[in-house]
């Protein structure tokens, strides 16, 4: 396999970056040098049109000097505190740096609960979608200032993999302090080799996971395999490789060394068989109309619905019936069941009227639609 293929092949990435990349660790100050090279990569990567999400770390550390916080090990309220200081500044970081290059980026702070919670994460999704789809480059991070020990993700890998997976992305890349998944630690042993391609987690893989590589780094390799883990399940290739370049994404393009964790299938793919193989809560009945612009590809509007059946939520599985009782497929709805009968047969500008609030155009997405 050609080394950078996933890459370029890609239309969407997520890119994971740790502390120790970005924070200089001995002055707590930021790698400026570092991040230029990373936005000249990503300027580039978006004149291809290609999508692009960051995943970054780096709040605390920066919040830490800042506020000449000495000790490295905080208090959960220092700790918080401190985010709340480097998140504004990591944001503008990015900001300036990406800024020159004509490109917008936004902020946005996740849970746990975020991902875990159906609604939350549909409105994640949507504002994610939202943004790629307005040429925004978004900046994400654990919302360290509000987040518990129950609602964390711990580590920015696992947040990483989640958001490739709202997102729909086709690349999750994690830029780490070694060039991928070794035999063994190559630190402590010579002789371990490193891995070109894994397909899947295996426990043999799962043994070969050291620990963390930095003092500033919290995740360590076994974090970034339960990030291909979740990664792979959606259909999504990662790679873990050397981010101490001034170039890396450019690099990584080039088939510098790296570990490569493929899918069985690709993203969209694995998607519409995870909502092929969900339980419906009830049904949507519609029209000729409908029914013609849904196998031409397009989205179920609610004017194209003239019936339901079941108690339904919003993000839940239904599914989708023909004029002539024909099983059509099957689709996460945008509306609960109690809003759709409100807004049977109705013109999309007349939905929002009648609900009450800004309406969402469709009721079904195309992307979260399998049809049979």
Known sequence: ????????????????????????????????????????????FKKKGLDILIVSSGAI?????????????????RSQAAAAVGQIRLARAYDLELAPHGIVTAQILLTLEDSENRRRYLNSRATLATLLAEGVVPIINENDTVATDEIRFGDNDRLAAQVAVMSGADVLVLLSDIDGLYS??????????????????????????????????????????????????????????????????????????????????????????????????GTLYIDDGAEIALKSGKSLLPAGIWKTSGEFERGDSVDIVGPRDAPLGKGLVRY??????????????????????????????????VLD
């Open 1 to 44: 396999m050609d080394p950078g293929k996933p890459l370029i092949s890609a239309k969407r990435i997520v890119v994971k970056i740790g502390s120790s990349l970005l924070v200089d660790d001995s002055t707590g100050h930021l790698n400026v040098g570092w991040l230029k090279g990373l936005t000249k990569d990503i300027a580039d």
């Open 61 to 77: 550390a920066l919040g830490r000097t800042t506020l000449r916080m000495d000790s490295r090990v905080l208090s959960v309220e």
């Open 184 to 281: 063994s630690d190559p630190r402590a042993h010579h002789d371990a080799k490193r891995l070109e391609i894994v397909r899947k987690i295996t426990p043999d893989i799962q043994a070969m996971a050291g620990r963390a590589g930095t003092r500033m780094s919290k995740g360590g390799m076994k974090t970034k395999l339960l990030a291909a883990k979740t990664a792979l399940s959606s259909g999504c290739a990662m790679a873990i490789t050397n981010g101490y370049v001034e170039r890396p994404l450019l690099a990584l393009s080039r088939g510098s060394p790296c570990t490569w964790f493929l899918p069985e299938r690709d993203s969209k793919t694995a998607r519409k068989h995870w909502i092929a193989s969900m339980k419906t809560r």
């Open 336 to 369: 609960n069941f109690a809003e759709v009968e409100k807004i049977l047969c109705k013109k999309t500008f007349e939905v929002g009227e009648i609900l009450g609030y800004p309406a969402r155009a469709a009721a079904v997405h195309r992307d979260d639609m």
